[in-house]
């Protein structure tokens, strides 16, 4: 099916039928994954996936319809029902579609797409699984178990049109594995961790044994964890953690939330929130990145946005309604599937590198508390509240100790970036979201 | 009220099987030629309707149609998946062939017949609600922004979202079994960001639903929800930081059935125990909770967002006991992991769609009262926290440690309810934290239909409920040492 050719004929059917301005978004996907399970397939999933969202303004009213059924028929009554639903809507002026100068200025962003995962046979999947598990279990004997381990791919295109003379369409390729190991100690105690890689090329990968080991080490080392009191310590966060510290950081950076003055960056721009090493930055043109694309989901071009340059609040992030709102301009960061209208959301989003190893970072803790993982949601991004479960090791005169667990560390979002001390070398994106290990002078870590 | 343009607007739900029975049973046949021991089609048609209202203006009103069909095929234990969006013969068979490349046996030519199974009704909805028209929708959420704002002037931010989905699902599968359901379900949600002395921002939240009709929100009122949300925002002004450490709490009834869902629940899916990753793993039998503690998990539980009259693999919905007075009793089991651990479905097998592969998931799970008066528990402690409404939780079922998050909570001194307290969170580890239940309402509350559970990717629907109850030694987060 030429998708392209039918964005257009969508648009074009609700300009003649009242719209006065229309987008459609479709995107088309396959995917295949595989488990594993003691040495052989535990599960094999494929698919193929289509849907199509018509975003249609009729005076100023939105109305949005999406639709998965391609059927002729169902696709004729579906743009009438986004032309009923934009009357069913109030009238506001911000209500619009990015205009065509709002669409130019793209920059080469790079191939997204590697024929050798598009290609990528099930077998390959079954045996990068098998030796995951393997390595895992050849790791320790403690492992015994696993919640899953696993490899897959998917392939995915996006066709966009609107009245505004978009009309364009990219594809990439994403490739994943992961193992999800379960520890025992023999007397009843188990811990679990979890590693992961996620790339749009094969040759990023790492390899299954470098999976299956971390993966391991990281739920071995959690045996026998236990509480410690109440205190007031230096924490540490590896840079997973990082990575979703970061994620909280830059949720309070939506432009959204700015213009309902809704988060604790209001009223901050220009001024200092953190500590003088930290930049956070959303990058939509990162070579080769899990979140790179040549425009978002509303046809805007992607690019570089600095949240945060050395301590300083500097930008926040938009689509094009929401600048249109507050008097801004689109940053490319309108995120959406088929089945939503577009909203704020990241690209390529990490905290830069520093330069001090996490060994290091580590060495110079006294008494301090070394996160591994986290429970629950992280910040109130209105209130800056930051409270969450977490496990990891002890620090003890500079070397990682015994394993803690059932704490929480908490502080608040601001008081948090400000007091980071120390930012690691050890920057890898596993996934659109990363950090180094970061340094907090000192939490509030609750226990006994 | 005036009639908007849009008066008539309506997608029709479907109520009869849109794909014949003969064909369902071609489409088994296919997916068992290479042989095989269980082949299940799954097709889902949901509509669904969404409208936000943000800075006292509709943001938006939408409205979307997903179908398809998943199939899965059991060879020697192992599973495969096929899934589109194509609802065509084509696809059909398409997905099946690829469902059945798991088996390697070679198959015979079967033939499979599937007739029609009675279920049980625990949702009748008589207007299926994407036939409501969306002016009536819009409306709701008009009123409940008008009201948040009336309720106090420091109310400065309100958003409200009505959403709903009227989803129709047929199973068929190698065992005979054909079952059709039609599941509407609805919620009504408000925000409200208050703002204080000095800049000072508290959030509040409420809402509800459930598998019910759009009158529902006749007596459960747009201004009711509103007014709630409100109340928190303002009541949680100028509370003061949480104290860190151990405290005994008392937790407020309804909502906190998180605590059981996240301490407990999950880890009782009997994925979890074939695989030997959850701490209760073997512990059939066992003193898990205080005797005080009996845990349900409840399907059939009328017009809740959690029950169902069939599960996704065609089950019907159950009650079960999971812990009676503090014994374990029983897991929850989808067929799959039912037949591999040689034990019957409790009718626990959900999907989040046709997408997803089914797996054992709660429904609606909640504490049996106790004989306990709640303000006699509120009395009973000297120092403590009182959490009068959540936010989220999580679990870590290998390990058992769980958090859940309190929006809203006063301190408990010599009795009585003190200052309002921010920024708390629980932490424990499951059985631990309900050895530690002293006391146990006698006021049994469902939470007011809000609840999405998460696991493996997979959201689906569930309830929870729990009377008034007072845990000692459970570990607050919090800021204050």
């Known amino acids: 099916m030429n998708y392209q050719a039918l964005a257009k004929k969508l648009v074009q059917r609700a300009a003649r039928k009242g719209a006065t301005q229309a987008e459609a978004f479709i995107q088309v996907g396959r995917e295949s994954s595989v488990r594993v399970r003691d040495g052989a397939i535990e599960d094999l999933t494929q698919a193929t996936s289509r849907g199509v969202g018509l975003r249609v303004i009729a005076g100023s009213r939105l109305g949005f319809a999406y639709t998965s059924d391609f059927n002729p028929a169902t696709l004729d009554a579906f743009v009438d029902r986004a032309l009923q639903l934009a009357s069913a809507a109030a009238p506001n002026r911000h209500n619009g579609l990015p205009k065509k100068a709002d669409l130019e200025g793209r920059q080469d962003v790079g191939p997204l797409f590697d024929p050798a995962v598009a290609n990528l046979p099930a077998d390959w999947k079954v045996k990068t699984a098998l030796e995951i598990e393997r390595a895992a279990k050849a790791f320790d004997p403690r492992v015994t178990t696993f919640d899953s381990v696993g490899a897959g791919d998917h392939v995915s295109e996006v066709y966009v049109a609107s009245t505004e003379g978009l009309s364009d369409s990219y594809q990439g390729t994403y490739v994943f594995m992961y193992a999800v190991p379960v520890a025992t100690d023999g007397h009843g105690g188990l811990q679990t961790s979890y590693w992961v890689d996620y790339k749009r090329f094969l040759d990023e990968l790492d390899t299954p044994e470098a999976i299956g080991t971390e993966a391991a080490r990281r739920a071995v080392r959690m045996l026998g964890a236990k509480k410690v009191k109440s205190q007031k310590v230096p924490v540490i966060f590896d840079p997973l953690m990082a990575a979703t510290f970061v994620g909280n950081v830059a949720a309070a950076a939506s432009g959204d939330l700015i213009f309902k003055k809704s988060s604790i960056f209001v009223g901050r721009l220009g001024k200092k929130v953190g500590a003088s090493g930290v930049t956070i930055v959303d990058d939509g043109l990162l070579a080769r990145g899990l979140g790179t694309s040549p425009f978002d989901g509303e046809g805007v071009p992607t690019r570089r946005t600095p949240l945060i340059e050395a301590g300083v609040l500097k930008g926040f992030l938009y689509d094009a309604f929401t600048a249109r709102k507050a008097g801004a301009k689109s940053t490319g960061n309108a995120s959406r599937g088929y089945a939503s209208l577009p909203h704020i959301g990241f690209n390529n989003l990490y905290l830069e590198r520093g330069d001090v190893s996490p060994e290091t970072l580590i060495g110079e803790v006294k008494n301090g508390f070394y996160v591994t993982a986290m429970l629950g949601h992280g910040a109130n991004v209105v209130t800056g509240e930051y409270s969450r479960g977490a496990n990891g090791l002890w620090i003890r005169d500079g070397e990682l100790a015994e394993p803690v667990q059932e704490v929480t560390v908490a502080g608040d979002l601001l008081g948090m970036l400000s007091s980071i001390d120390g930012i690691g070398s050890d920057l890898t994106l596993r996934g659109p979201v990363g950090a180094p290990t970061i340094r907090f002078s000192e939490l509030t870590v609750s226990g006994e | ?481």
């Open chain 2, 1 to 481: 009220m005036k009639k908007s343009p849009a008066a008539s607007l309506v997608v029709p739900a479907i109520r009869s099987p849109i794909l014949a029975p003969a064909l369902l049973e071609k489409v088994l046949a296919r997916a068992m030629a290479r042989g095989g021991e269980f082949a299940e089609v799954y097709v889902e048609r949901s509509v669904s309707t969404a409208v936000v209202l943000e800075e006292k203006q509709i943001k938006s009103a939408q409205c979307g149609l997903t179908q398809g069909v998943g199939v899965r095929v059991i060879a020697d234990g192992k599973v495969g998946y096929a899934y589109s969006d194509d609802l065509d013969d084509a696809a059909l068979f398409r997905a099946a062939e690829t469902a059945a490349l798991i088996a390697e046996s070679g198959g015979s030519e079967r033939t499979f017949r599937v007739s029609r199974a009675a279920l049980p009704s625990y949702y009748r909805v008589d207007t299926p609600l994407a036939d409501v028209e969306v002016a009536r929708k819009v409306d709701l959420v008009k009123r409940a922004n008008a009201a948040a704002y009336a309720y106090d002037k420091r109310v400065k931010q309100v958003t409200a979202t009505y959403a709903d989905t009227s989803k129709a699902i047929w199973i068929a599968n190698t065992e005979n079994r054909l079952v059709a359901d039609n599941q509407d379900l609805c919620r009504l949600g408000v925000h409200v960001v208050a703002e204080g002395k000095k800049g000072e921002r508290r959030t509040g939240f409420f809402g509800g639903g459930g598998r019910v009709g759009f009158n529902y929100f006749d007596s459960f009122t747009p201004e009711h929800v509103a007014k709630e949300a409100a109340r928190q925002a303002i009541a949680t002004l100028g509370a003061v930081d949480a104290k860190a450490g151990q405290q005994t709490v008392v937790l407020a009834p309804g909502w906190s059935g998180i605590l059981l869902h996240e301490a407990v629940g999950h880890g009782l899916e009997a994925d979890f125990i074939r695989k030997k990753t959850s701490l209760f793993t073997g512990k059939l039998g066992q003193q898990v909770a205080s005797p005080k503690v009996t845990v349900i998990d409840d399907g059939t539980v009328a017009n809740a967002r959690g029950s169902i009259n069939t599960d996704d693999e065609g089950n019907p919905g159950q009650h079960k006991v999971l812990i009676e007075n503090g014994i374990l009793k029983g897991y929850m089991y989808d067929a799959h992991n039912a037949k591999l651990m040689g034990q019957k479905s409790t009718g626990s097998g959900r999907r989040q769609s046709f997408k997803h592969m089914p797996m054992p998931r709660m429904t609606n799970t909640y504490l049996a009262p106790g004989d306990d008066a709640p303000e006699d528990i509120i009395r009973s402690v000297r120092r403590g926290l009182y959490c009068a409404n959540f936010g989220g939780g999580q679990v870590d079922i290998t390990n058992g440690n769980f958090v859940f998050e309190i929006s809203e909570a006063y301190e408990i001194e010599n009795g009585k309810l003190g200052r309002p307290v921010k920024g708390a969170t629980l932490i424990g580890v499951g059985p631990e934290a309900l050895k530690n239940v002293t006391m146990v309402g006698c006021d049994p509350m469902p939470d007011p239909g809000l609840g999405i559970c998460g696991k493996d990717g997979q959201n689906v629907p569930v309830g929870v409920g729990l009377p008034t109850l007072r845990i000692d030694n459970m570990t607050v987060g919090g800021t204050r040492v």
